[in-house]
């Protein structure tokens, strides 16, 4: 796990990236990500002993290791946005030196020194860096709490399912080792590429997850072998060679979806892809190859301990495969309670069909409501003491220096020749709507006035405040906006900061909000190319194992459906914050956007490997009766109990993380419990033998050029 870093929400090669270094090598400064949060005791910030305090504290903090800038309200000589509006707060902030994970290792060292309390002043420590370190903290703990509840709470579903341990406790193994195997080969990834810290809490419900269901698959396969008669090596090759090619099929499906990932070009996102493709492989190795070697070895011991009534009902499905008709199937066939359901739907499909996508529409509602933002603090526990300092500033400062926009003036030289054009550029900064003030190397701007000269006798440090704008070509500006622009339109107040800052040619913006800016507009980008890729190969896998163009389509129609009810549950729940107090944590308004994109990726991968479980046993129905609500009834009647017991499997680990004290894996493990349970249920057991029935013969259609492609490149037995 020491091995696995973290990542900040930033698109490698944008323009905000691009200005960040250039004021790192030209000027020495750059974003702050750290803050000390300083709060008077008695009187206010500016009463000498504070001052005094203060100042004492950014020269303890610019001598810790890592720490490459600081600046603090005093030191800016009484910037207005460095102080609270009652004047009892003050802000002390400091750039990290190196890499995020380097950065954050020397903060989490320091950082315990820095919370303190005197009869002076009281002292936090907060900013960017500090909460997504507490986040990345809170993510392990998380993830060693979901270890602990995760495993014997699959045993023990397992164990009723089977109703034997040995059963259990086997494909709870497989499951571990996809779990362990996946970690181990993380580790060697992060000798070539980053590798983020949440992607392990992924890695550990998708490993149990998966394996588990793929090992339910084959075990429930080598039994209806078993019962058949056959011995334990011939029943071991069907089981195989049957449900071993659907978990080569479905664990494709998922790859192909978690893989798209890779397209985005965030470390965040991709070691999602890097884990997810990771789990699957390992996954579908213990299903195929370790899994038959156990089960060749336990033989007879892996079947239920009643197998003759096992085998006296299977004995009446293979009488009744002998029975086409429908309505002789009802009378005289299974009674099962998927076979009964299947073929009560097919008997009124409109009936039944029409009222449930009327519910699966109404909640699937919300998400045409859906508003992204940007990721803060507010990911955070309440109690935790990087949100507890980031509340007192919403509430107490009127903007904060930490969000400031970093205005880079190429071609303008920052020296006293140019100090006529850098004020006519600050003071036009300044009169944007929403910028609180604009500091500059002549001085400190507001509302189009200066309000802080550059040099004076009250500006002890006044030499440092203008030297951070010097430069023999170039200068920059920093733009503080309030905190209600921020929060209401950011892109309006990135594009009238560019309009005003002079020509866009010699124009480049950066700091924290441009960054986020880059970062979802790279992402948006991407969004059509990503999902119009994972529809595509999707429906070509589809066709292969079907060779229809009919029922890949209807997949695509109802995993769609699937995932629009999980975005509503997601705006419903966590942007418009209804369920808030049961689940504990503060609704903002909006969704940070890669979070719900992973939850796509992998939620279209799962529903769709369910798709293939049930798809597989219905056209293995078909094939050898020609009959179509046949072929549904009995295909549902074999896939159903597992998908069902696979989904609640699956639904139970990612259950785990709907108590995180994150809201990333909150919407994570709430959002992926009520897709898999809705399409497991509503979408498997009604919609899918509705459509088909409604589809009838036309569900295997596909055009005479197709049909011999598929007859010479099918993926069949």
């Not at 991968?605 to 479980?613: K, Q």
């Amino acid at each position: 796990m020491d091995r696995l870093v973290l990542s900040r929400f930033e698109s490698p090669g944008s323009e905000s990236v691009d200005t960040r270094a250039a004021l790192e090598e030209q000027f020495g400064s750059g974003t702050p990500s750290v803050l000390l949060l300083v709060t008077a005791r008695h009187g206010s910030v500016d009463s000498p002993s504070v001052e005094r305090a203060g100042r004492a504290l950014e020269r303890e903090l610019a001598r810790q290791d890592g720490v490459a800038e600081t600046a603090s309200y005093w030191s800016r000589g009484g910037s207005p946005v460095m102080r609270s509006t009652d004047s009892t707060q003050a802000l002390i902030t400091a750039r990290m030196a190196g890499t995020v994970t380097e950065a954050r290792t020397q903060l989490a060292e320091f950082a315990p020194r820095f919370t303190r309390k005197d009869a002076t002043v009281t002292v936090r420590v907060g900013g960017g860096d500090e909460v997504f370190r507490q986040a990345a903290e809170q993510a392990r703990t998380d993830f060693l709490r979901a270890e602990l509840i995760v495993f014997p709470l699959v045993l023990l579903l397992l164990a009723v399912i089977y109703r034997r341990f040995n059963a259990a406790l086997l494909t709870l193994g497989m499951g571990l080792f996809s779990v362990i195997t996946t970690l181990a080969l993380m580790r060697l990834l992060t000798y070539v590429t980053d590798v983020s810290t949440f992607a392990a809490n992924l890695t550990l419900v998708m490993g149990i997850g998966l394996g588990v269901d793929y090992s339910l698959f084959v075990i429930s396969r080598f039994r209806e072998e078993l019962a058949a008669g056959r011995e334990v090596a011939e029943a071991t090759r069907q089981a195989v060679g049957r449900a071993g090619r659907t978990v080569a099929f479905s664990g494709l499906t998922v790859i192909v979806s978690l893989a798209c990932l890779l397209l985005f070009p965030f470390p965040f996102l991709r070691s999602f892809a890097y884990s997810g493709i990771a789990v699957v492989l390992t996954s579908v190795f213990a299903a195929l190859v370790i899994l038959p070697a156990a089960l060749a070895r336990l033989g007879h011991r892996i079947r239920r301990k009643h197998p003759q009534r096992g085998a006296a009902q299977l004995h009446k499905k293979q009488l009744n495969e002998k029975q086409p008709d429908e309505k002789r199937l009802d009378e005289k066939g299974s009674t099962g309670w998927w076979h009964t359901t299947a073929l009560r739907m097919m008997r009124r499909p409109l009936a039944y069909g029409i009222p449930v996508l009327a519910v699966l529409l109404a909640l699937a509602a919300p998400a045409l409501g859906i508003s992204f933002g940007a990721p803060d603090d507010r990911v955070l526990p309440a109690d935790t003491s990087s949100r507890v300092v980031q509340d007192r500033i919403r509430a107490d400062f009127a903007a904060e220096e930490m969000d400031a926009l970093q205005v880079l003036r190429t071609g303008l030289p920052g020296t006293p020749a140019s100090a006529g054009q850098i004020e006519a550029a600050a003071i036009a900064l300044s009169e944007v709507p929403g910028i609180q003030q604009v500091d500059a190397l002549t001085g400190s701007y507001t509302d189009g006035r200066r309000v802080l000269p550059a040099t004076g006798p009250a500006q002890r440090s006044a030499q440092r405040f203008a030297q951070r704008f010097a430069h023999e070509s170039n200068t920059w500006f920093s733009a503080v906006p309030n905190q209600k622009a921020l929060a209401a339109d950011p892109d309006r107040l990135l594009a009238e900061v560019r309009a005003a800052a002079g020509d866009p040619a010699d124009v480049r913006v950066g700091g924290y909000p441009a960054e986020l800016g880059d970062f979802r507009t790279v992402l948006v980008d991407r969004l059509p190319v990503v999902f119009g890729l994972i529809l595509l190969v999707t429906f070509v896998i589809l066709f292969l194992m079907t060779g229809s163009l009919v029922i890949p389509l209807k997949a695509m129609l109802l995993n769609a459906l699937s995932m629009t009810v999980m975005f509503g549950a997601l705006v419903w729940v966590f942007q418009d914050g209804h369920l808030s107090g049961l689940l504990g944590f503060t609704a903002t308004g909006t969704l940070e956007p890669s979070i719900p994109i992973l939850m796509f990726c992998t939620a279209f991968g799962l529903s769709m490997d369910y798709e293939v479980f049930m798809l597989s046993r219905i056209k293995e129905e078909y094939d050898r009766t020609g009959d179509t609500p046949a072929a549904v009834a009995r295909g549902l009647e074999r896939s159903g109990p597992l998908i069902t017991a696979a989904a609640v499997i699956l639904a139970a680990s990612f259950a785990t993380y709907a108590s995180s004290g994150i809201v990333y894996l909150k919407m994570l493990g709430l959002g992926m419990v009520i897709v898999i349970l809705v399409d497991a249920t509503l979408i498997r057991a009604v919609l899918v033998p509705v459509l088909m029935r409604l589809a009838g013969r036309a569900n295997w259609w596909a055009p005479a050029p197709l049909r011999r492609l598929h007859a010479r490149f099918g993926l069949t037995d």
